[in-house]
Structures are given as C-alpha cells and as structure tokens.
C-alpha cells in the first residue's frame, strides 16, 4: 500500500500565491511515501514545501521552473508499476494522446505522468495509462482561463493502482476514484 | 497394596536404590489415588509429556518426603496440605524449621523440592476436574522448568483453560479462532479494507471490456473514503494515526530482550517471534482505545510468550501467539490502571499501588522505612515504580523473573498483592546495605539490584503475608 503524490503546474508565485488552503490542510507529512511533480513550480520554497510532505521527491523541468537542473523526463518503479514522468511543453501537439502514447513507449512505463495542460485527464491505452494532475493552483494555462486546482494520488497496491482525484469545485474538494489494474507483473527484479 | 498398573514415569530403576521407602511411599501414594473418586488411573497429564516423562528423571519425592512428613495421613489432601503447612500462618514452627534446614542442607535437597513439585503438579494436571485452590498453593512454591508443565500451570492460572479438563479442547479452539478473526480485521490496512467495502456494495469493476483506448472512467469513492481524509470515522485517518502506535511498538519489540536468541537477531525464528509480539501488542492496542500501548507491555508480554512456545507439545507450540494473547490480556486486566497515565493520582493507580508498598514496608520493617523515607528521603518511586508496573521482568535475569512469575500467579487475589510482598522482601533482603548508605548508594542499589537466590526472597515474602511486624 504505498500513497504516491502527483501534481504540477503550481506557478507558484507568478500566477498563483499559494496552494489552496483546503488542499493544504489535507496535505500532511507522514502519509505519502513519493511525492512525483511535473513542473513549473515555479520556485525554490515550493521545492522546500514538497520535501517536507515526504522526502522521496521526483521533479521534472518545466519551462518556467528557476532551477534548471532538474531533467526533462524521469522513471521510476514503485511497486510493480513502473512510473515516468515528464512536464508535457516538450510533447507536440499538447495534451495529445497519440504524442503521449509516444513518448510513453520511448520511456517505457505503465503509467505516464504529465501535466502542462492544467486539465485533469486520465486516458487508457494500448501502452499503458496517461494521467495528468491538472494544476495544484488553478492557475490560468496558456490555452485557458478557467482552471479548477486538483492534483492525484495514486494507491499502488500490488498490481492494483486507485488513482484518487481532489479537484476543488466552487470551493469544496470533491474526490473521485479510477480503478486499474495491471495485466502481468513487471519481469524486473530489483526496485 | 496396588491395585491399578504402575505407570512408566513411576517405574524406573532408581526407585529400586531405597526399597524400603520407596515401597512404603509407593502404597501410600496409590492408596491415596485410589481413596479419591474423581481421580482416574494416573494418567500421564498431557498426551506428548507422556513419553518425555519416560525419558525424564523420574520423581524422587520418596527421598524428601520421609524426612518431612511427620505423619502419614490417608485423607484426600493429605499432600497439599503438607505443601499448605510449610507456607501457610497456621504452620506449626518445626515444620518451618524443617523446611529451612532441607533448603539450606543439600544441593540434591533442593533439585528433589522441584521433583517432589513435579509430582504433586503432573498429579494434579491429571485429575478430570483440576482443583484451582490445590494448584495454586503447589504452584506458588514454583514449577519446574520441563515437560511444558509451566505452560499448562501458567494457562490455567490466569483462567484461560478452565478447570475442567474435558473442555480443554472446545474453549482453545474457540478462544484461537477468535484471535483469527481479530488479526484478520484489525491487521488489514485500508487498501484492502476499500476493495472489501466495494465489493460487498458490488462496485466490482472488472475492467474486462478492454477497449484500446479510452477515457478512464471516473467514479465515486465510497462512504467519503479517501486517503487524504481527515474525518475521525475515516478508516484511512485511523490507521495513520494507528501508525504512529504501530511505530512505537515495532521499536519496543526490536529492543525486547537483545541478549536473547529467541526474541533478536537475525535467525527467521526470533524474527517470527517478534513478529508474533508484534501482531498481539497491535491488536490490543486497536481492542483497546482507552489504553493502546504503553512502553513495557512489550515486557510484561515476553516472558508469557517465551513460555507459552517453549510447550514441547507441538499443537501447543503452534498456536502460542493466541493462548499469550488472551493470557496477556488476563494479565494487564490486573494492572492496566497502572498504564493510564490518567489514574495515576487515584485509588487504583500506580501511586496508590507505591504508597500501598510503602506501608507494607513500614509494618514489617519500621526502622528501614523510616531511614528510607525520612532520613535520606528516597521517594520510592524512584526504584519502585519499574518493580511494580513491570512485574519485577527487569530486576532480575530471565530465568529467575520466570519463577518469580510463578508465585505471582498462583496468589489466589491476583499478583498484585503478592507484588507487593516480594517487592518489600526485595527491600528488606538488602536492608544492611541500605540501612548503611546515602541517598546516591541506596538509589544506585535498589535500581540495579543484586543478584540474589530467588527461593530465599520468595520465602521471606511469604512470610510477610498476614503477619504482623518481627
């Protein structure tokens, strides 16, 4: 049972002062095991404020992020799942499946991670499964004004993963749930 | 005369080194087996002990009975009574004296007194229906170390196997399923817990229709149940804050007994071990939310346990995670007061239980208290607070802890009472050294106590029950 973060697009302070307070509260250290972040955070206290929530931090370079050290894709296996990660600007066109599926087989995971669109989605194919967070803020994307803060976390349980998702709707957190499961086990051994 | 076979433990070559005592005991002893309805021919009292009693040295009790019995009686209670004699108020002095010269005369004296136990204990074991009152008074002179007779003593002194032995079976077996059930609920985290409450409300998902590619379905979670949730009723809250205790107690029975091969290091059996201390101590903590876990249950549960699955008999052995866990309970009803921090002011608490020990030692031991409490102004707190929550599992080595558990157990009252008499023979066994000595050597003294012969300081509490000061 292991409780893994995934969010993105903060734009923290550029576009957006902080997260928002309800998100905040539920947010707690001790509970999640991996925090896994697409990008623009956009600055170094943000990175502070993940680290405290859980020390196994996973960030990805967005194309407003200050620190540029941090690298364009990243995977990861938690689990029986392996994990990639990347911002999304870099995939052409935005938010587009094909691309993703792409990218997806390049990197060669079960479940992508991707944000920049600041829209939840989460989409299944042949490959695997493509989730993107949405933005933790709300902030405003570059195709659209109106963007609801939510962000996902996954139960990676076995070859079972329920991907929960907070969005904060008119000011109250609705939570959602997706169920899948993987097919086969992964044929690595060591984690 | 005998009239029923002679069973093998009794029949061994030693018996034929004194013949003259032996048989003269040998009548006695049948003829009182068969003066007793209840009792069916002697049986050896469990099944697997059996053939460990062939095996075992025999009874010698012959050797020490002559001496000590001034006379033979025929009635029924003939050997508990002689038991009863040397401990009881109403003892006759000689009978005492007795007693003191055997202990302090012979080393084969002594390991006889634990054969001479033996016997009376296996005798006892096999009635149908065991007398808790004659178990008791044989048990609190101590058992012996073979044949899983402490494990069964131990079981039916804290009520767990009741007295009458057809039912053994039946009230294990319920007592081990029940402990089943509560591993199984209270053991499971909440991932598995949600897929169960799913399917019971048949939001059984089987993504089986698997088209290529799609658009995840989104649906609801059930009861408001998310991991992130801060509700007090939400399963997910309670085991994160469940998993702080889970925490403690992990780190409690890493560091139970180090020393020991059966509770640390690396072998997968003390990792079992642990395992299973860790299981029962997390499933108390959940059954009871008043009081969870309290550092020191952990050793308080070690030697039950260590008991319990050192029982040669193999089914025993298997299931002494459930019998230590229902013991343990047993145990901690007596003295959970002494784990709330809450009660530690009242009557019940442990100050009450420190002052309780205070008193018992100023009337049997006035010019010690008063040096004590007066002179060097040693709060007995200081040394006695670990004796008594603890029951005394620290102060001494493993082995001698156990035999002190032995007397506790078997006061008919309950422990605590009897606690409190061998925490006052503790202090008055050393009462020079402290009597000598300030604040610093006293504390020094009493908080690593000396080693010391365990019967001698049992048999000094017993002789502070009910009587007044020397």
Known sequence: ?191 | MVKKKVPDWLNSSLWSSTTTTSSYYDTNHFDHHSSTSASTPIDPPLPSAATRDEQQHPPRHHHNYHPRKPDIKEDKHSKSSIVNDNISNNSSNSIINNKIENRKADNTESSADDISNQALLLTELSRKVINMGELRRIASQGIPDCAGIRSTVWKLLLGYLPPDRSLWSSELAKKRSQYKRFKEELLMNPSEITRRLEKTMGFDNDDAKSESRCVLARSKITHGEHPLSLGKSSIWNKFFQDSEIIEQIDRDVKRTHPDMHFFSGDSSFAKSNQEALRNILIVFAKLNPGIRYVQGMNEILAPLFYVFKNDPDEEMEACAEADTFFCFVELLSGFRDHFCQQLDNSVVGIRSAITRLSHLLKEHDEELWRHLEVTTKVNPQFYSFRWITLLLTQEFNFTDSIHIWDTLLSDPEGPQETLLRVCCAMLILVRRRLLAGDFTSILKLLQHYPPTSISHLLYVAGKLHGQPSH
């Open chain 1, 1 to 191: 049972m292991v409780l893994v973060l995934a969010l993105g697009d903060l734009h923290i302070p550029h576009r957006a002062p902080d997260l928002p307070a309800k998100f905040k509260s539920m947010l707690v250290p001790g509970k999640i095991q991996h925090v896994i972040c697409t990008g623009n955070l956009s600055i170094k206290e943000v990175h502070d404020y993940l680290k405290t929530l859980c020390p196994d931090l996973h960030i990805t370079r967005g194309e407003y992020d200050e620190d540029t050290r941090y690298p364009e894709t990243k995977t990861l296996t938690i689990g029986q799942f392996k994990l990639g990660l990347c911002h999304g600007h870099q995939v052409v066109p935005w938010g587009d499946l094909d691309s993703l599926a792409m990218l997806q087989r390049q990197l060669d995971v079960d479940i992508l991670v991707t944000g920049h669109t600041h829209q939840f989605t989460a989409y299944k194919h042949e490959g695997g499964v493509v989730i993107n967070p949405g933005s933790a803020t709300g902030a405003f994307s570059n195709i659209t004004y109106d963007a609801n803060p939510s962000f996902v976390l996954m139960d990676i349980d076995g070859l079972r993963v329920v991907v929960y998702v907070y969005e904060l709707i008119d000011g109250e957190v609705k939570v959602d749930k997706i169920d899948f499961k993987k097919t086969t086990a992964t044929t690595h051994s060591a984690h």
